[in-house]
C-alpha cells in the first residue's frame, strides 16, 4: 500500500501515533507525538486510516530503546519504546482532557501522578497457549499485537520474574504433556509468598501430566492449580495446602485469595494507591465510610483501620464472603460486607439507606453511572473515585458536579501498568 511522510502530532488511547492525511485521522503503530515517519498504509476506514511505520525520519527526544526483544509482535504492551516518564505524563494528559471533553469539569488542582517500579510489576495475567503443528513446539505468552495469534516469546519483560523469565521452561513444559493439545490458557496469579500457575484443561490429565505439573512447580517453587472447567472447578496440585495472599504492613493487613480473584495488578502501586486514597478521603476516627466495587476489601479493611465504621458493597457474592473471612482473619470488627448488584437499583436496601460521611468508588471500566442516580446520600462530605477509564470517570465526574453538588478538588493518573495504554487514575470529590 501507499507510503507517505507524515507528523506525528499525538497518541490515540492504544499507544499509536496521530497525524492527518488530506484531512482524514491515521493512526499509526510504533509512532510517538513529535516524530516525522515515513509511513505505510494497513487499512482503510470510513472515518479513520491505519499506517505502520516504514522509518522515523526525526525521532521523539522521549524514545528509548525497547527493553523487550517482542515489542511491536507482542500485544502485552504497547508503549516501551516510550520513556515511562513520558508514559504517564500522556495519561495525565489523557485524564485532564477526558475530564474537561465528557464531563465539562477540570479539577481544582492536578495531582503529581503515581508511579512505582516498571518493571517485572505484573501479578496477574492470562496466558495463552497453543501447540503450532507447523512449529511442532508449544506457545505460551500473550496475543499478538492483532488478537488472532499467541506471540512467540521467550520471557515477559513486565510479568514478575518468577513467571516472565520462564516462559520458555513453561512451554518446554507442556510440550511434554499429553494434554499438550488440550491446555488453552494459564492464569498467573502472585502473593508475597508464593507464585501460582492455573493450568486450564479441557480433558482430564493424565497421571503422567499431573506428576510433570507438580513436579515443575518444586522446582520452580511455584503453586500449580489444576482448572477442568468453571471458576469453582480450580484447585491446588502443587502444594496440595498451597495459599496466596499479599501484606499492606501499613494498615496492619493481610489478604488472602484465590487465584481467579481480582486484584491490582501491580503489587508496588497498589501500596501507593491506598496510601494515597486514605490520603485524600482523610477519615475521622468517628467517621462512617461507604466502600463500592470493594472487591477483597483492598480499600475496606485499611479503612476500617482508621475510621469507626466501614461498609463494603460488591457484586460477586465470592469476593464478599472473602472479604468477610479477610475482616475476620485480621481481627477488624468494624467493617460489613455485602453483596449486591451495583448495576442495579440498590436505594431500597438498608446499606443504601444508612447515612455515612465518606464515600469510596473503585468501580469497573464501565463506571457508577447507575449507582450515582441515587448515591451519594446527603450526609456525604466527601468522596475519592478510583478509575481504570477516565472516560467513565469524567462522564461521573460531571455527575457528580451537575446532579450531586460535589466540586472537583483534584485528579491524576496512576501508573498501573507502565508500557501499556490502560490508564489508572484518581479523584477527590467535595460538596460544596
Known amino acids: 500500500m501507499t507510503v507517505l ?25 510504533g509512532a510517538l507525538a513529535g516524530e516525522r515517519v515515513r509511513l505505510r498504509f494497513s487499512g482503510k476506514h470510513r472515518h479513520y486510516d491505519e499506517a505502520k511505520v516504514e522509518e522515523i525520519l526525526r525521532a521523539s527526544p522521549d524514545r528509548v530503546t525497547p527493553r523487550c526483544p517482542h515489542f511491536g509482535i507482542c500485544g502485552g504492551c504497547a508503549l516501551q519504546h516510550l520513556d515511562p516518564a513520558a508514559q504517564i505524563a500522556a495519561k495525565q494528559r489523557a485524564l485532564l482532557e477526558n475530564l474537561e471533553r465528557i464531563g465539562k469539569v477540570q479539577p481544582a488542582n492536578v495531582l503529581a501522578p503515581l508511579t512505582d517500579v516498571p518493571w517485572g510489576y505484573r501479578r496477574k495475567a492470562r496466558l495463552s497457549v497453543k501447540f503450532v503443528d507447523k512449529k511442532g513446539r508449544v506457545l505460551v505468552g500473550f496475543r499478538e499485537s492483532k488478537g488472532r495469534y499467541v506471540a512467540d516469546i521467550q520471557r515477559c519483560e513486565v510479568l514478575h520474574p518468577a513467571v516472565g523469565e520462564r516462559i520458555a521452561d513453561i512451554a518446554a513444559l507442556i510440550e511434554t504433556l499429553d494434554a499438550k493439545r488440550d491446555i488453552p490458557q494459564i492464569e498467573v496469579a502472585a502473593g508475597d509468598d508464593l507464585v501460582a500457575l492455573v493450568f486450564r484443561h479441557l480433558q482430564p490429565l493424565s497421571a503422567h501430566d499431573a ?62 494507591m491506598i496510601d494515597h486514597a486514605l490520603g485524600l478521603l482523610d477519615p475521622a476516627p468517628a467517621d462512617r465510610v461507604l466502600d463500592l ?21 460488591e457484586g460477586e457474592a465470592g469476593l464478599v464472603r472473602r472479604a468477610g473471612e479477610n475482616a475476620r482473619r485480621n481481627g477488624i470488627v468494624n467493617a460489613e460486607f455485602f453483596a449486591a448488584d451495583l448495576a442495579a437499583d440498590q436505594r431500597s436496601t438498608p446499606w443504601a439507606k444508612a447515612d455515612y460521611d465518606l464515600l469510596l468508588l473503585d468501580p469497573p471500566r464501565s463506571g457508577a453511572a447507575e449507582i450515582l442516580e441515587y448515591l451519594p446520600r446527603r450526609g456525604v462530605r466527601r468522596i475519592v473515585y478510583v478509575s481504570c477509564h477516565p472516560a467513565s470517570l469524567a462522564r461521573d465526574a460531571g455527575t457528580l458536579v451537575n446532579k450531586h453538588g460535589f466540586a472537583l478538588k483534584s485528579a491524576g493518573a496512576m501508573d498501573m501498568f507502565p508500557h501499556t495504554a490502560h490508564v489508572e487514575s484518581i479523584a477527590l470529590f467535595e460538596r460544596e
Open 5 to 29: 511522510e507524515a507528523d506525528i502530532t499525538d497518541l490515540i488511547h492504544d499507544g499509536r501515533g496521530v497525524t492527518h492525511i488530506d484531512g482524514k485521522a491515521v493512526f499509526v503503530a
Open 293 to 313: 466495587f470493594c472487591g477483597l476489601g483492598n480499600f475496606t479493611l485499611p479503612l476500617a483501620r482508621r475510621a469507626a465504621q466501614v461498609a463494603g458493597v
Open 211 to 272: 506428576d510433570a505439573l507438580a513436579e515443575f512447580g518444586k522446582k520452580y517453587n511455584l503453586g500449580i492449580y489444576l482448572q477442568s472447567g468453571g471458576i469453582d472447578s480450580v484447585a491446588p496440585l502443587w502444594p496440595p495446602d498451597a495459599r496466596l495472599s499479599f501484606r499492606l504492613p501499613a494498615y496492619d493487613v493481610e489478604l488472602e485469595f484465590r487465584p481467579l480473584d481480582f486484584i491490582q495488578v501491580n503489587a508496588g502501586m497498589n501500596r501507593r
